[in-house]
């Protein structure tokens, strides 16, 4: 049971960091400090985007419209972190405490 803790665990961090990269390059994009005319830029974000979009589509189907504010990315990190927590704390079911 210990390897598929730390599998799920190993699963979980990937995604906690390509969520912080997706946010980070929306952000700079955003910002206009990266442009996604350059390739290398394009390939990230539409990368990134195509990995993250069937999380962010089911959240995004249950929240209200907000405009131009896309809310998803933070409930999902909420998520995340949440999911983490329980692991965590109940380590002792997969670790056999």
Known sequence: MTTL????????????????????MSWLINFQVLNTRQPLVAQLWYGLSSLLEPIYRPVRNMLP???????????????????????QNNAGMFLGY
């Open 65 to 87: 419209q907000t405009g131009g504010l896309d809310l998803a990315p933070l409930v999902v990190f909420i998520g995340l972190i949440v999911v983490r927590m329980a692991l």
């Open 5 to 24: 803790y730390q599998t799920i665990m190993l699963l979980l961090d990937v995604l906690w960091f390509v969520m912080i990269a997706h946010i980070i």
